[in-house]
């Protein structure tokens, strides 16, 4: 099955929530990032209940979202994607931390995938997700930090 097959045939009505959680489990200290008004969150859960923190969520979901509807042609997706990281590097964000998502998101896909998460499945979405971040990731080489 080819990659964009296996990723349209699971039904990624994903719920987007639970890959939060788990970002924060996986590294606590993405949460100073998120600040709105510079008012930082106290705990997870506060940041959880600020729609602006659900905006970005949705956010994310519609850049994959995105990818997944471009995926023959990620390319054309790339300077935007490469803007986007700039905007990132910008609010402090490491590339790491990309990586860190995609754990969450492949996490929150098995979760609710079940069965259906096959190892080609995982692939696919794990191939996905790293071609978006690599194409963010161009923003940090474009514009190093102290430039
Ligand atoms: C740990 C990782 C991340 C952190 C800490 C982070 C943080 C932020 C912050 C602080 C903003 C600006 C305020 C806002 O719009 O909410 C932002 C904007 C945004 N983020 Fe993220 N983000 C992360 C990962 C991602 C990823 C992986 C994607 C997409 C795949 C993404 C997509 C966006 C988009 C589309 C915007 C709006 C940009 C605009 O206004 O033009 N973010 N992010």
Redesign the pocket.
């Known amino acids: 099955m080819s990659q964009s097959r296996s990723i349209r045939t699971t039904g990624e009505r994903s719920k987007t929530m639970s890959i939060i959680p788990r970002?924060f489990d996986l590294?606590p200290d993405?949460l100073p990032?998120?600040?709105?008004n510079c008012k930082q969150f106290a705990s997870p859960q506060e940041c959880l209940s600020a729609p602006?923190?659900l905006?970005?969520i949705r956010?994310?979901m519609?850049?994959?979202d995105a990818a997944v509807s471009h995926l023959e042609n990620l390319s054309c997706l790339e300077e935007y994607l490469c803007?986007?990281g700039k905007?990132?590097q910008a609010?402090?964000?490491k590339v790491e931390?990309?990586s860190?998502?995609?754990e969450s998101l492949l996490y929150m896909l098995e979760k609710c995938l079940g069965a259906a998460f096959s190892p080609e499945v995982q692939e696919a979405w794990s191939k996905l997700y790293s071609a978006?971040?690599k194409a963010?990731q161009r923003g940090w080489e474009t514009h190093p930090e102290g430039d």
């Open positions: 970002l590294d993405l990032l998120f600040q709105y602006e923190f905006d970005h956010k994310v519609l850049v994959i803007n986007l905007k990132h609010v402090g964000v931390s990309f860190t998502v995609g978006v971040a963010m």
